[in-house]
């Protein structure tokens, strides 16, 4: 029974097989006719003269076989096969059979399908053979109008499905055609479009909705099926059931979409948090751990990610935490489900995840630079203003709402935020002049009243350096300045005291400072292979602390300043970028060497506590870069985190051996 | 158990807003031949296609050989055979394709009996469907009806637009098969005389209710005809029961009626008619008659 049927199909599909093999043959004569044509201004087809026989041959006939000819006939035999018998009066014939549907229908898709199949042969044979016989079948040429075969292939499979889809809801054949392209191209339409729309709902760098859209596929076939073989044979309720199953496949595709969207964002920044160590931000409440193009903020005693925040397709532009912890400033263009918006947008989140304020939008035209800076409970931001070379300051107040302009604007890359001061003030360096010169730079310390929105206009004070690493410069209160100065024997960093303007004689420090809390300073010295950490206030003598050879030792304050992360590496493996910009210390003489402190190992790391001098010996499995891509950084007031390939683990400095994870877990 | 060939139990169908049979309820025996007639849109074409699976009905009930047509149609199918007045042939299939397509998709085709209807019709099997006249193309749509050996055999006026002598051959053809079957047949036309000459039931459909279901000689013998002469003028109209057709033409009273023959005759002398005559009619004369009245359907009153 099966073989009659599908006989039948073929039988009536032949007359549509002859003319594409006839349309196949005559395609190479028409592109050369046309060429020709073209060469002595007559063609239509004027643009064809621009190709030579080889090219027309090689690169372009393929094209048009498995893009244009394959596809259309299929769409013609797939329409002709579903609705000819009806179209004619012919379908009864069928029906008063004893012929169960579903054998019809799977007849018609085999024949359309073997038509195809000999369509698709047929004319690429008819293809080389005159590709061959013109000697223009030159395969070490490369024959690169075959990648487009694939395609082919592929857009006739969709206009078999589109095409079996229409033939569910016309009996006409040429307006099923119509209709069957509409239903080919919808999945293609609705895959621009949603990843288009929403680039940043990806896993992995394949975008959601270039998934989500082939799901019209199975339901255009299961709208034909229920529609040409469910229900009453005399037709009644054909087209709501093919419509219901046709709209439920567009349904099923936007929802599955709109569902999976948020996990996919997730799932992605999950992954990206495999191949790269995703980036934690400490805070005194919280921390905010970035992956990918996705974060969480997490809670430190459980480790649980209590919300996460999607970065969009390009990131996050900014992240801080308010210095008390309870509030986290995220700049990115993340819209809906993916989505991006025209303009950057800045979200505020309470330490429970919770959205804290409104959320704020950046002028048009402009777009964050650089990652936001409380100061207080003002957020100065350095604004691109699009179609300049310039940015702007921008102060943001989330408890009232507002952005306003400070009216300070430079080029861009030639100014930055650096730092707040104990009141609602802040700082911003300014090259002095507009170039941007290699080695160290002379730069201005400008000073922001954030109460007035303005910049005050007389620089407090110049200075060189690299103004790229200012904000290490700049007390925690905004009282002292770490200032630059050369000096016979090098470069000597002196500590100034900004609200006076006067320099104080200790201690001389080194570019490796870092401010703690109090305005206390730790530093390292190097000589000789020897390096001493030190601590002093400003105006006070250094007080040694420890000592190591052959290290090189990277200083990292915790989150409210209190502690400091003490790693101590071979010195063949840490120096890091900031170290080579920053001008190199005057070495300090052997006499300045005294080591009452105990001393160091290498590899080494270490939580030093100033207010009671107390030493925390970390497990060295912690040191950044020791064991493969890991790194250690502070996620809490006394809370280490551990980022590596896939893992996020935390761990409290007084409970060391109870690791937390955010992200994976133990290793196996 | 055995069940009637076709049974319908309050079967209704509509087409959209247009209510094409109401609560329709037939029964069709084996070895028997039903007529069904009916105006055009009376809904005999929608009763054989409900019966054989191709419709589903909106309420009530359809066994056809025990068979559930909605549940079971291609099983339906391959035991009963639609014949209707427009078959669907593919005009690109020679004769002999076409039966050899349809026998390759019956389980029952029988390929002597085929060839045997093929010969005695005269069909050439190399001839192409689009080049036969209608008679051919109803006799090609004959043959493949029969040569399933079908237990039940819808006829939907097959011979419609066709000349005497191909009706003739293909009312014999189908006859013959049938003689030889024993199979139940629903035969549906507007050409009542065939039906006569075939049926031994008969069912008038009228706006897709039944008006009128009885055997043959019973519907004839209970439908009669009477002329009345009157003394003076005859009256115009008169109310009699089971009364179908009333005309009046000065002193003459002619009335159809269903009734038995001593009562339509007293109730005409009743009148005061001078002389009654009370004859038979014909099917077509009785449809006629009946279609014209408008009266209730036979649920209601005219069961015979």
Redesign the interface.
Known sequence: ?F???V??EW??LRPLLFAGIGLGALLPLVLVAGAEAGRRGLSPLGRLSAYSTRELFVDLLPGMLGLALWPSMALLATAQAYCGDRA?????????????RRGIWTARLIAVLSMVATLAVGTAALWLLTAGASGDLDLDGGLHGLRLLPAGLFATGLAVIGGTAAASFLAQPLAAVLLGGIFAFLPVALTFLLAGSFPGAAIGGLPLGLVTPWVLLPAFVLASYLGLCR????G?GRLKRSSVAAAAGVAVALVSFVAAAPAAMRLDATWAGSSHPPRVHGSPGRACVVAGKGGWIVDLASAKRVRFLAAGPWGFEGVAWSADGRTLAVASRASLLGGVRARSRLHFYDDRGRPGYPDMTVPTDHYVSDVPTWAGTALPLELWVLGTEESELYVARPQTGTLRSAGFRARTWQWGILGTTAGDGAYLWKLENGAIPKGPVAYDLMRVDLREERVEPQPILRDRGSPWFAQWKLSPTGRYWIRLEQSPAGWTRVIRELPTGTDLPAPRVTRTARWLAGDRLVWTETTRGRTRLLTALPGGAPRPLREWNGADIELDPSPDRALVLVMARPASAGRGRTERREPEDAAPGPDAWESPAGRGVVPELLVFEPETNRWTRLPDRLISGVAGPWRTSWAGPRTIARAGPGVVELLDLDRLDSPRYVLGGPPS | MSHPAVLFEGVTRWFGRVLALDRLTLAVEAGTVLGLVGRNGAGKTTTL?LA?????PDAGRIGVLGLDPVTQ??????RV??L?E???????MRVGEILD??G????RWDPALAAGLQRRLDLDPRARISTLSRGNRAKVALVLAVACRPEVLLLDDPTAGLDPLVRREILEAILGALSEEGGAVVYASHLVHDVERVADRVVVLDGGRLRLEGSLDEVKGRVRRARAVFEDEAPSSIALPGCMDVRSDGRVLSVVAEAANGDLEAALRGLGARSVEVEPLSLEEILVALLRSGGPAAEEQANV
């Open positions: 029974m073989r009659a049927l006989w039948k039988k009536q004619a009066g012919t379908e009864w014939f069928l029906l008063e059979r004893p012929v169960p229900g009453e044979p005399g009644r | 296609r054989h699976g191709i419709l589903h149609g291609p099983e339906v199918r391959s055979s639609l209707s427009e078959s669907s042939l593919y005009p690109w397509f349809a390759r998709l019956h389980p």
